[in-house]
């Protein structure tokens, strides 16, 4: 969706190095979804981020929500090829239904 | 926990057919949720359903596509007839509580849609 920009579309590290997937919306997020898609799977849900400066971590990754709620960030630490597949990120553009619209992807390759 | 089930995996057909996705939700789930994912659009809501009613269905693409949701157990996509643009990966998704709720959306493995 334009209404919500991810970037890089695409991805390569080496492991062992970090790096940073951004989502970016014109509006306000009412929440912000970060999932992961193998090939040939469906999405996995990864974190779920609602207020202004919000932060959470799953093992090696974390995701932020800026102040605004325009913009979040996904950070993987210490990649891993484990790490590699599509980061789609989700959001919510109202207050109402939980309908979510879902940004490009970006598909992370991990290379040993 | 099963997760969300959907049927078939895989459906190759020739166009002009009809073409039925099934999807069961996750049990005590009220929202359903149809998703349609190619490489050009991406990954885009069709249609979804609270406690069985439809709420909104504006990312039906057109009324050659139909979906039910007869029970809260069970819902079908239907495409008749079916074109070769309509070949994509559909997921189902569920949500627990009501669709007013920030829950995440559980998906499904997906159906893989090939239209010759």
């Known amino acids: 969706s334009q209404e919500l920009e991810q970037s890089p579309q695409s991805l390569i590290v080496q492991e062992g190095k970090n790096l940073t997937i951004n989502c970016t919306s014109s509006k306000t997020l009412y929440g912000l979804y970060w999932y992961k898609q193998k090939y040939g799977e469906g999405l996995i849900f990864l974190m779920m981020?609602?207020?202004?400066?919000e932060e959470k971590s799953h093992e090696k990754i974390t995701a932020k929500l800026d102040e605004k709620k325009q913009q979040s960030s996904l950070h993987i630490t210490a990649s891993q090829p484990s790490h590699a597949g599509i980061y789609l990120c989700?959001?919510?553009?109202?207050?109402?239904?939980?309908?979510?619209?879902f940004g490009a992807g970006t598909r992370l390759a991990v290379h040993p | 926990d099963a997760g969300v089930i959907q049927s078939p995996r895989h459906e190759v057909t020739e166009m002009g057919q009809e073409v039925t996705l099934r999807c069961k939700p996750i049990?005590?789930?009220?929202?359903l949720f149809w998703y349609r994912q190619t490489m050009m659009r991406g990954l885009e809501l069709l249609i979804y359903?609270?406690?069985?009613?439809?709420?909104?269905d504006s990312g039906m693409p057109e009324d050659r596509f139909s979906a039910k949701m007869p029970n809260a157990s069970f819902s079908t996509l239907k495409i008749q007839p079916s074109e070769p643009r309509d070949s994509a990966v559909y997921f189902c998704?569920?949500?627990?509580?009501?669709?007013?709720?920030?829950?995440?959306?559980?998906f499904g493995p997906g159906t893989r849609l090939t239209v010759l």
């Open positions: 359903f609270n406690n069985n009613v439809p709420i909104d």
């Open positions: 989700g959001a919510r553009l109202s207050g109402g239904y939980n309908k979510l619209i």
């Open positions: 998704a569920s949500s627990p509580q009501g669709a007013l709720s920030v829950n995440e959306q559980f």
């Open positions: 981020l609602q207020k202004g400066g």
């Open positions: 049990s005590g789930h009220n929202s």
